[in-house]
């Protein structure tokens, strides 16, 4: 079973448009933690945003912000004023306190039309 | 802060061949990782090591496969004899080991099998 599923494969916005990346997660431990992660075309993944299990708070951070959720799993993305520079394809992650292991979901290409 | 190195940066070879793959972390960072990265999806963990000992290899195809991380730091992974299905990118990451740790990855090799 996936552990980390992102549904949307690809998505394409306008700049200036604010765009939502749906996260759905499943797991057992009550201990864990989300990330989300940018694979630019140069293809390095670069660590975006970390949550823990314990804190539904949700923030901004810039233009960037997320939704937490635990009674549905859910841990959206959400990029306000989307730019160009946003392009790339955006993956969410798990990590579980009991195995020590982190999950990536597939990802979600995101294209941003100047 | 250096990053984690990788090289060589791309790779070509023939099937049934054998290439090997290097990687250094970030300097403190007990927890070395390999990934696969087959395009369009997302990374596949392909072993885990904390210090100089294996945490996971479950996914790793032992029959072609090797990993090591000799006095705990950099680590290399060997293919042989490598199959065309082998042709992906090879990411390596490291962390500092706690469940909330984020994982700090290299540029990657990108092999192709031909």
């Known amino acids: 079973a996936q552990k980390v599923t992102q549904a949307q494969t690809e998505i394409s916005v306008v700049e200036k448009e604010d765009v939502t990346l749906d996260c759905v997660y499943e797991t057992r431990d009550t201990t864990y933690y989300l990330f989300w992660y940018k694979q630019p075309p140069s293809g390095e993944l670069v660590f975006l945003i970390r949550?823990?299990?314990?804190?539904?708070q949700n923030e901004i951070s810039g233009r960037y912000s997320w939704n937490f959720q635990k009674s549905t799993s859910s841990f959206n993305f959400t990029i306000t004023a989307s730019q160009v520079v946003d392009s790339a394809v955006y993956f969410c992650a798990l990590s579980e306190m009991r195995r020590g292991q982190f999950y990536f979901g597939t990802g979600t290409s995101l294209t941003v039309i100047p | 802060e250096a990053g984690v190195a990788q090289s060589p940066r791309y790779k070509i070879i023939e099937k049934r061949q054998s290439v090997a793959f290097w990687c250094n972390p970030i300097s403190g960072h007990a927890t070395l990782y390999w990934y696969q990265q087959i395009l369009g999806q997302g990374p596949k963990l392909l072993i885990q090591?904390?210090?100089?000992?294996?945490?996971?290899d479950s996914q790793l195809p032992k029959d072609r496969f090797s990993a090591e991380r000799l006095k705990g730091v950099d680590s290399t992974l060997k293919i042989q004899p490598a199959k065309l299905e082998d042709s992906a990118v090879y990411l390596c990451?490291?962390?500092?080991?706690?469940?909330?740790?984020?994982?700090?990855f290299g540029n990657g090799t990108r092999l192709t099998v031909t």
């Open positions: 990451a490291s962390s500092l080991g706690q469940t909330n740790s984020p994982l700090h």
């Open positions: 090591f904390q210090n100089n000992g294996v945490v996971d």
């Open positions: 949550r823990n299990s314990f804190d539904e």
